[in-house]
C-alpha cells in the first residue's frame, strides 16, 4: 500500500488560525490584567498653557487638568458623585449636621519631605480658600471655624447644615497648599505657584514656557506602588491642527477637556489607535456662557441683555458649532443637574422681533445705516471652538442691529481685561457647574464674589439686594429640601435679570491612545491623578 501525501483538511487551517489568535491575544489581555509599570505618557495641555501649577485658587482648565497629579484631595469621586478616601481616609457628619470631622491619612509627605497634617488644611481653608478662591466663601458660607484637635483630626464647625461642603473637596476643587511654603507669603505671587510641592503621585520637574511641562513619579507617594508611570510631559500644542496630528502620529497620547476640535473629533473616532470618550465631565457640568459687563452702557439696561438673548438662535448655534453634540441652554443649572434643575423660568425664545422691540424700547433705535450701537466680544482664548462661538454670536447679533467687533487675545490678558480691568462689553466664555449651583453658579451672581484679580469670579459686576437674599437663605437653609427650592428661585432671579446667559450645555471629550490603560472612570475622571494609569507596548 502507497503512502499518500499528507493533506491538511480545513479545519486543521482553522485550528491553526485559531492559536495565532490566541498567541497574539493572549499575551494582550494578560496586559490589559496586569499594569506595566514605566515609560513617559506625553499629554497635549489642554486649554493652552496654564498660568500657574495650582488649582487651590486658580480655576483655570489647564491649571487643574496638570495640578491634580501633583495634588491630592481630602477625598476623590467615584460614579455617580460617591466618595472616596483620598487625604482624608474616612468622615461623619454630626447628628445635628453641624460639623464634619475628617480623619488624615498618616504618613503623608509633601514632595519635599516634610509631613502632610491637619495644619495644612487649615491654613489653606483660612488663608486661601476663604480669600483668594473664586467659589469658597459660597461653597463654605456655612462653615465659621476649622479645627485642628490634633495632626490627623480636621473637624469643620457649620453654623447650620450644608448639603454643598462634601461635594467641593476633591483635589479639582479645593486642592491644599503646604502650610511651610506659604504663610507669611504673597500667597498669589508666592514662586511655588510656579514650582508646586504637593502630595500627588507625581512631582514637578520643570517647566519650559511655551514647550512643556515635566512631572516625575514620586517614590513616596501614599498609595504604594503607584504610580506605574515614571514620568508625565505636557507638550503645549497652540494650533489645533498640530495637535490632532500629534495624536495621529502617537507622538501624544492623551488629552482632556475637547483638546481637538469639533472638525477633528469625527476623524478621531474613526482612528483605530484612538479612543474618544465623553465620561468623566459629570462632576465639571461645562457649559458655554455669554456675560455681560452690567457696570456700563449699553448693557446696564435689562433690556438689551435680553434682546440679546432672544436674537441668537440656540439651537443653529448648536448644529453650526458643535455639529449638534451641544444642546441648546436653558438656565445657569444645567438639565444634568436634576435635583436642582427646573423649566419654570423665564424664557428667551429666537425671536428676532421681540429682540427688535426691546431694543427700541431702550432708546437705541436703528440708524440710516441699519446699525443701534457697536460693541466688542470678546472670546475666551480656550481654542478655536470659542472663536466660533463668538463668530456665531456677532452674526446673530448684526440682524438686530447691533454691530460687533471680535477681539482675540491670550488668556493673561483675557483674564486681566474681564476679573482686573473690568473693561469688556460682552464676552464668549466657559462655565463649569461643579456638581452643585452653590459652587458653580452663585459666584456668578452674588455681590460678595465680585473679586478683583479672581478668574471666574462675579466678572459681570451683577449686584441685586434681591439675589444675595435668595444666596444666602440658601446658605443657611436648615434642610436640603429648603436649599433646592431656594435654588430654583435663583435660577428665576437670574433668568429675570439675566447678566449672563447659557448659550450652550456643553459636552466635553477625552481623546487618549489605545495603548494607555488605567484611567480613572468616577464623576470627576477628566482630572484623574494619573496614578493608575500605564502604557502597553
Known amino acids: 500500500m502507497h503512502n499518500l501525501p499528507y493533506r491538511p483538511r480545513a479545519s486543521h487551517f482553522f485550528l491553526a488560525a485559531v492559536v495565532a489568535i490566541l498567541l497574539h491575544v493572549i499575551p494582550r489581555l494578560a496586559l490589559a490584567q496586569f499594569p506595566i509599570r514605566g515609560g513617559t505618557l506625553v499629554v497635549v495641555s489642554n486649554p493652552g498653557e496654564p498660568a500657574v501649577l495650582t488649582a487651590a485658587f486658580n480655576q483655570q482648565g489647564a491649571v487643574a487638568a496638570i495640578s491634580t497629579k501633583i495634588f491630592d484631595g481630602l477625598v476623590h469621586f467615584g460614579d455617580n458623585f460617591k466618595l472616596e478616601p483620598e487625604l482624608a481616609t474616612s468622615w461623619g457628619v454630626s447628628p445635628d449636621g453641624r460639623e464634619i470631622q475628617f480623619k488624615l491619612r498618616p504618613n503623608v509627605k509633601w514632595h519635599d519631605g516634610r509631613p502632610f497634617t491637619s495644619a495644612d488644611v487649615k491654613f489653606t481653608f483660612d488663608e486661601v480658600w476663604m480669600k483668594i478662591h473664586p467659589r469658597a466663601r459660597s461653597t463654605f458660607a456655612a462653615v465659621h471655624s476649622v479645627e485642628t484637635p490634633d495632626p490627623l483630626t480636621v473637624v469643620f464647625k457649620l453654623r447650620n447644615p450644608s448639603g454643598v461642603i462634601l461635594s467641593a ?9 503646604p502650610r511651610h511654603l506659604y504663610e507669611g ?8 505657584n510656579s514650582n508646586p510641592v504637593g502630595t500627588g503621585a507625581f512631582r514637578f520637574k520643570e517647566w519650559v514656557r511655551g514647550e512643556r511641562i515635566v512631572l516625575e513619579r514620586n517614590p513616596d507617594y501614599w498609595d504604594a506602588g503607584k ?7 505636557y507638550r503645549i500644542i497652540p494650533d489645533a491642527t498640530a495637535r490632532y496630528a500629534a495624536f495621529e502620529t502617537g507622538a501624544v497620547q492623551y488629552g482632556v477637556l475637547a483638546p481637538i476640535t469639533i472638525n477633528d473629533l469625527e476623524r478621531a473616532r474613526r482612528n483605530l489607535t484612538l479612543n474618544v470618550d465623553f465620561h468623566g465631565y459629570d462632576w465639571l457640568a461645562s457649559s458655554i456662557v455669554l456675560e455681560f459687563n452690567v457696570r456700563r452702557p449699553p448693557f446696564n439696561d435689562v433690556r438689551v441683555r435680553r434682546a440679546v438673548a432672544h436674537a441668537i438662535d440656540l439651537q443653529a448655534m448648536s448644529k453650526v458649532t458643535t455639529r449638534g453634540i451641544a444642546k441648546p441652554g436653558t438656565s445657569p443649572v444645567l438639565s444634568t443637574q436634576t435635583r ?9 425664545p429666537f425671536d428676532l422681533k421681540t429682540a427688535d422691540l426691546l431694543l427700541d424700547e431702550a432708546g437705541m433705535p436703528r ?12 472670546w475666551l482664548p480656550f481654542g478655536e471652538n470659542f472663536q466660533r462661538y463668538g463668530e456665531f454670536v456677532k452674526q446673530s447679533l448684526r440682524r438686530v442691529g447691533i454691530d460687533v467687533t471680535l477681539r482675540s487675545q491670550d488668556l493673561p490678558q483675557f483674564m486681566r481685561r474681564v476679573y482686573t480691568q473690568n473693561d469688556f462689553d460682552l464676552i464668549v ?8 449651583p452653590q459652587i458653580g453658579a452663585d459666584r456668578l451672581f452674588w455681590s460678595k464674589t465680585i473679586l478683583k484679580d479672581v478668574p471666574w469670579s462675579n466678572g ?14 440658601a446658605h443657611e437653609a436648615p434642610t436640603e429640601e429648603r436649599r433646592i427650592e431656594l435654588y430654583k428661585k435663583i435660577q428665576h432671579q437670574a433668568l429675570t435679570d439675566i447678566p449672563n446667559f447659557t448659550l450652550l450645555e456643553n459636552r466635553i471629550y477625552t481623546v487618549s491612545s489605545k495603548r494607555l490603560h488605567g484611567l480613572g472612570t468616577g464623576s470627576d475622571g477628566s482630572y484623574d491623578s494619573l496614578k493608575s494609569a500605564w502604557l502597553a507596548p
Open 169 to 177: 473637596l476633591n483635589s479639582g476643587e479645593s486642592q491644599i497648599l
Open 185 to 192: 507669603t504673597d500667597i498669589l505671587r508666592n514662586p511655588y
Open 227 to 233: 504610580p506605574y508611570l515614571d514620568r508625565i510631559v
Open 340 to 348: 436642582f434643575f427646573t423649566t419654570n423660568l423665564p424664557k428667551y
Open 367 to 378: 440708524r440710516s445705516d441699519g446699525t443701534r450701537f457697536a460693541i466688542t466680544l470678546d
Open 429 to 436: 466664555t466657559h462655565r463649569a457647574g461643579f456638581g452643585d
Open 460 to 473: 459681570s459686576g451683577y449686584s441685586n439686594p434681591a439675589m444675595d437674599g435668595l444666596i444666602e437663605a
